[in-house]
């Protein structure tokens, strides 16, 4: 015979409940048992059986008709001889469940004058009724440290570290008078869910006293034992310990660190000139780096000391992932697989060394932009996985796949409450900018949830400002919101068409180098997708995508010869800056670095300055950033008078008719020296239009595929140069050579009268 005594809640609300039992696989007839005892718990049921292994439920009669409860549970020998149920949840424990002792608001009353000064205590509201959730290790004035743990499922948990000797009842040698039980409190949607403790004995400065874990007891998987217990690290868990057997967190102290970038704003969208990276690759192969800091946040920092971005010209650095990924460092580690999305990756430097990269990177006029991976974890190690057991594959965090591992359960409003406050915390912990969300299909990622995360971080005001990035390939349009206060997207259409252009043939079997849809793309994909010119993202190289010398040598006909190479990589680059919409370089673009897709290694050039293609480069770049007429922005610029065509595939022959031939002038404001013409041919030909120039006068050549000519500050361009071209607004049989770009300026209205304006 097999004794077992069972504990029911009272919350049943049942006044005279029994036990249903049966025994699966079986065909013999149920039992029911009636009540053995009353305690403070709730009614129990004694039984004795001639099986180890039952299935049950509660039940009362009431008015010769049955009422169920809505779960049903099994029971197994390792349980042991006495064990405790709750209501609406299936588990069976071992233990007496911990009973709720009050809600989180109430907690948060007692401590919310303790937090310090750059320090995030999660505070999103999944129930629209003010709930604080205070999750992670929150290190208070007082010296305290409050941890907060989410877990619905179960009975006790357990705060562990090498602070108490990671002792608990489970220990081998369990000291009682260091056991650091947890609280259950009413948090999400009003249920018992959070389990909080307040105490002194961590200390963040001593790694000796600073890492912690968390034991759970109940609505986990089974252990090797056989018993429903795991030791889990933190989901909120700002930073790991050295050893992933182990796998400590750590207690941080962010308040620590000393901001110099008090004078910083965000730029707005219109502004930004990307620049993607990768904090290892971007310096591991740097021959004038040291050693000691190569690969990591420090060599990037070096690198922005000494002035590399602001001398290139772009206005924010892109980060690929900076969270914590359990892949190995090289060539080929992008980051990809997020173990944590509020850890910081150890192999890069610290906490402090990341929030140096983002004070230097501000003080030095640029932005910084994180990329977040929210739509699925690593598949080791992942602290997520059966952290909470509710009968899917995975558990609470997950539901079902994606083509890179477990999917993220971003539909569910407690998940999508902690993606929200890792954003915040890296905006109030790190100063970060704004975040570029990893592939973003609805396939893979729940919209409402990124329609969510937009409203609570720039509508309701806690960073207005924030840039919002989304990788969306398919670019679908309900992620832009209100146009310029939705999402931008990566340029998917921009950048394979770009790509067919360039390699001239047909990039992955359904872009082809027509011109249909070359109008489009360059007037930021507004048939396809985008409400605003924010929306765009244009690009042609990127950490997925292979370099433009790869992809024309490996792909295209007959243009594995290093010129064709660089004259189609730097006409890739020209037409990514002129493009309205915002561009985006990958590291190793300015000096036509020839990669394959998935690879951060970067050979620098021995003798960068000297470098002839990224003299170009940076020229280029920083004509986009220093003329408006280049960065036109709005709903609709042709509509309100800002940009007007003057050569199409789909205009006259004589305009580039039939041709893959694009150019465009603007009007950024009402200064007549701010008019600009941008002028594109991507045939492998040489093809004669007739240009139409908005204003008499003298327009100077700024820029083509070879070189730029700058006006001064800068370069000393005048209209004495040969290039100048003198027009009364027709000009006739231009010659537009293969694979060529151009940008004009209009500077003069004639060659003995300087416009007046110049003098105002």
Known sequence: MHSVKIHAPKNLNFTNPFLHLWYPGYNEAFQDFEVSGWNDYGPSFHLNLKRNYFCF?????????????????????????????????????????????????????????LGRKN???PDTDVTGQGVISMLGANYLQDGTTLFGFFHPRAAQVYLIGNFNDWQSPYHLKPEPGKFLPMKRYRGYKGEPNIWLLRTGLPEPGDPMKNTYQFLIVGGVPLNEQQKPIKIAQDPYARRYGNDYNQNNCQVI??????????????????????????????????????????????????????????????????????????????????GYDPCGFMTIERDFGTCDDFRSLVDTAHQQGLAVIVDQVFNHTSNYFNPLWELITDGTPGGFYFSGSTPWGNRVATEKEEVQNMLVDACKMFILEYHIDGFRFDATHSYWM????????????????????????AENLPNEPDLNLKGYNGYAQWCDAFHDKIKALLREGVFR??????????????????????????????????HDENSVPYEVATKGDGLIWEEAKERKSRLGLFATMVALGQPMIYMGQEFGVERPRNRVDLNWPQFLQHNSYYQWAKGLINLRRRYPGLCISGYDPQQEGKFDWILGPWLEQKYGGGKNVIGWTTKPNDLSWE?????????????????????????????????????????????????????????????????????????????DKIVEDYNK
């Open 57 to 113: 439920k509660y039940g009362e009669r009431r008015n010769g008709e049955i009422i169920w409860e809505s779960v049903e549970r099994c029971y197994g020998q390792h349980l042991g001889a006495e064990v405790w149920t709750v209501a609406e949840h299936n588990e069976v424990y071992p233990v007496k469940p911990a009973e709720t002792v009050g809600s989180t608001q109430e907690y948060f009353r007692n401590i919310k004058n």
């Open 119 to 121: 320090n995030y205590l």
């Open 253 to 334: 102290d962010p308040s620590g660190y000393q901001w110099h970038d008090h004078s910083w704003t965000t730029p707005p969208v219109d502004r930004l000139i990307l620049y993607e990276l990768n904090v290892y690759g971007f310096t591991d192969q740097d021959p004038q780096m040291p050693e000691k800091i190569s690969g990591t946040f420090r060599g990037t920092i070096h690198r922005i000391k000494e002035g590399y971005f602001n001398d290139l010209g772009v206005t924010a650095l892109a980060l690929m992932p900076t969270s914590e990924a359990p892949s190995t460092l090289s060539s080929s580690r992008l």
């Open 446 to 469: 729940d919209h409402a949830f990124l329609q969510r995360l937009a409203y609570e971080i720039k509508d309701r005001g806690f960073k207005p400002d924030c840039i919002l990035i």
């Open 509 to 542: 079997d359904w872009t082809d180098n027509s011109p249909t849809y070359l109008g489009s793309i360059f007037y930021f994909s507004k048939d396809f997708y985008a409400a605003h010119t924010n929306n765009v993202i244009n690009y042609c190289e990127s």
């Open 675 to 751: 008019r600009m013409v941008v002028i594109l041919n991507f045939e492998p030909y040489a093809v004669t239009v007739d240009l139409k120039f908005p204003l008499p006068g003298f327009w100077i050549k700024l820029a083509d595929i070879d070189q730029i000519n700058d006006l001064p500050p800068k370069n000393s361009n005048s209209i004495t140069h040969s290039a100048t071209i003198r027009t009364e607004g027709q000009f006739s049989d231009f010659t537009l050579p293969s694979s060529s770009g151009f940008i004009y300026k209009w500077e003069r209205s004639s060659a």
